[in-house]
């Protein structure tokens, strides 16, 4: 796997599960849609850690900046 997420892309989506964490947590969402968000969340932390987003790859989109190459 060749990594294509930037880091602001990264912490975006740390972001947005930590707060889809709390609002569970604090019980602001319930239900289906709560379960729902936690699955988007799990897999927002896991594309984050691992800086490859497969969605990214099939649409062939890539977020992080190219390294100067020698």
Do not use: H
Not at 33 to 56: E, H, K, Q, R
């Amino acid at each position: 796997m060749k990594k294509n997420m930037g880091t602001i892309d990264r912490v975006v989506r740390i972001i947005i599960a930590i707060v889809i964490g709390v609002l569970y947590w604090q019980n602001i969402i319930s239900g289906t849609l709560a379960y729902v968000l936690i699955g988007a969340s799990v897999i927002f932390l896991l594309t984050s850690f691992i800086s490859f987003c497969p969605l990214y790859a099939l649409v062939g989109l890539k977020t992080m900046k190219e390294s100067p190459k020698d």
